[in-house]
Each structure stands twice: as C-alpha cells, then as structure tokens.
C-alpha cells in the first residue's frame, strides 16, 4: 500500500492497490475534464464502475476522495529527491514539476476556483496533499542545513514554496508565456540560490 493509505487507519479497504490506483486515475481525469464543482459522486461512480455507497465508506466525502486521489498519483515526493547538494534538489523538484506541467494545469484550474469557496475541499487537499509536500521540502532543507548548505536560521526557509509556487505560475499572468526550463533555471539562480546562500 502507497503512503496515504496509512494515513488512514479507520478506512477498512477491500480494493486491491491496483484498483484503487484505476480508481483514483478516474477521478483526476473527471476532474481535469468537468471542474471540481460540476463533479459529481454519481459520475465517480458510474466512470470507475462503482457504487457510490462503496465511495463514501472509503473516503466519506468528494474532497477528501479527491484529495486523496491527488495525494496518490503525485508523481514524486520532495522527500524522495537527494542529488546531494541543495542546489541539485531544488532543480530536481522543479524540472519534476515541468514535466508534468501541461497535464496538472488543467487539473489545477478545474480545482482553483472550488478550493475559494469549499473550506472542506481546502482542508482536505492541505491534509492529503500539500502538507506532505511541504514536510517533504522541509526534509531537503534539513539535509541541506545538516550539510552545511543553508543556515539553519535562514529567514527563505519558510517563504521557499511561495517563492517556487509563484514563480512557476506568475509567467503566463504577466507575459503570456509559460514557465520552462530556461526560464525557472534563471529564476533560481536570480533569486532563489542568492535567498538561501547557496549557488
């Protein structure tokens, strides 16, 4: 069983690893295909061939199956990346990113909207999603600071996701382009690597 199945222990499952992974393949695909809040547990159901009471005792509500969903096919985790220098990993993360880009900007604008307006899908993607990756890039800064890399008091540590976040979808807002290798490759080397000290 992945991570995230672990982080449940009140959820008794019968589906097998390979059905689960079908299953959460099918809910991110209706989701990059009809939005968030158009999706509904019927169409779960009928595109993953399931009974929507069998949805809700797995995951109880839309968010928390989405959102576990998202957890579950993340490419990579942070945690998983070691090139051995802080510089390495930070390239690392944002060429993962990259090359997922097209495919999860889709996903992520059929969720933006929803994510302003439902605190439980929020809460749900913070808890199933975004607080791992974050634990996950704080796990590379710590090898980082144990390596000798990055102070360990280095005021960048707790603005580092906003400044990566930010810079990977601020370019098609101001120039109308998409954020590339070249480009991110600039941006760490402008900002990010001078931020944290290291180059």
Do not use: C
């Amino acid at each position: 069983m992945s991570e995230q199945s672990t982080t449940a222990p009140n959820r008794r499952t019968r589906l097998t690893p390979e059905r689960e992974r079908e299953l959460f393949t099918a809910v991110v695909d209706l989701v990059r295909e009809q939005g968030y809040e158009a999706l509904t547990m019927d169409a779960i159901a009928a595109r993953t061939k399931s009974s929507k009471a069998t949805l809700y005792r797995q995951w109880e509500s839309k968010p928390k199956l989405v959102a576990t969903a998202l957890r579950q096919l993340a490419k990579t985790s942070p945690a998983d990346v070691d090139t051995g220098s802080l510089a390495g990993d930070l390239r690392r993360m944002v060429n993962d990113i990259l090359a997922h880009a097209t495919e999860d900007t889709a996903l992520l604008n059929g969720l933006a909207h929803a994510v302003s307006k439902d605190p439980e899908l929020w809460q749900a993607l913070y808890e199933l999603h975004i607080r791992p990756g974050l634990e996950g890039l704080e796990t590379v800064l710590g090898r980082a600071v144990e390596r000798g890399e990055l102070a360990p008091d280095n005021p960048v540590r707790e603005f580092l996701p906003h400044l990566l976040i930010g810079a990977l979808g601020t370019r098609k807002l101001i120039e109308n382009r998409d954020a590339d290798a070249a480009y991110m490759e600039r941006y760490l080397r402008a900002v990010v690597f001078p931020a944290l000290g290291i180059s």
